[in-house]
């Protein structure tokens, strides 16, 4: 089974170029989430999805944007890339079938913004 | 806000040896999931052992174990008979059941396992 696929897996950008992390699931699951992991700050919640064209706002939202038209699907947008974004950016999915279901990872995008 | 917090930023053991890892968390709710992931140098996330709030017993998964203390609220892991693979960064999270679309993490430790 694919689980959570990220892509790309490495990217390097200049300050104001845009760029889209796509993350896809093959386990039909409801809710999809993407973070940022920065050192000794844990995995910060960046926008979060319930369902198919929804979107909710997390933790750090600011200077991202998120879509979900379809259910396997969560894109994450950098309209304009700044130094402070980067950072190795995790996208995860659950069930919504039981709520004590953990979150599927993908392995992560390491993003680096010159 | 519910928080999470984990005290250790590194931890060190010998292989074969035991070590407990700290985590403690804030929150009003009585029904709540805990979770303990990790993380090897790979990146990839993996679930090691959760724990329901209503459970009094606590949850074990091979070597792995959880201390969970839920009115002091501390969820420790302990991890027996420890290998070089046990090598990651460990990631203690809450969810709360009722509307608990996110979850928490806390900073993580880092474990180093040495020969």
């Known amino acids: 089974n ?7 897996k490495f990217r390097v950008l200049k300050t104001g170029q845009s760029m889209t992390l ?3 699931q093959d386990m039909n699951h409801e809710y999809m989430y993407w973070y940022r992991q920065d050192p000794g700050m844990g995995l910060r919640l960046i926008h979060y999805s319930v369902g198919e064209g929804t979107t909710a706002k997390g933790e750090v939202p600011d200077g991202y944007n998120v879509s979900r038209l379809k259910k396997q699907n969560f894109l994450l947008g950098l309209e ?6 980067t950072s190795v950016y995790f996208c995860a999915s659950r069930s919504d079938s039981y709520s ?10 390491r993003l680096s913004i010159l | 806000a519910q928080t999470v917090t984990q005290s ?3 931890m060190s053991v010998q292989e074969a040896e035991t070590v407990t890892l700290s985590c403690t968390y804030d929150t009003s709710e009585s029904d709540y999931y805990l979770f303990w992931y990790k993380q090897p140098p790979s990146r990839q996330m993996i679930l090691v052992i959760r724990q329901e709030a209503y459970k009094q017993q606590n949850a074990t998964e091979n070597r792995f174990s959880v201390n969970f203390q839920k009115a002091a609220k501390s969820f420790s892991l302990k991890i027996s008979d420890s290998q070089l693979g046990d090598a990651a960064m460990y990631f203690c999270a809450y969810r ?3 509307g608990g679309f996110k979850t928490i993490f806390g900073a993580g430790t880092r474990l180093f396992v040495k020969a």
């Open chain 1, 100 to 109: 004590n279901q953990p979150q599927h990872f993908g392995d992560g995008t």
């Open chain 2, 96 to 98: 709360r059941n009722t």
């Open chain 2, 8 to 10: 250790q930023p590194e």
């Open chain 1, 80 to 85: 304009s890339a700044a130094p402070s974004q």
């Open chain 1, 22 to 24: 796509l993350c896809a």
């Open chain 1, 2 to 8: 694919a689980g959570v696929t990220q892509t790309p």
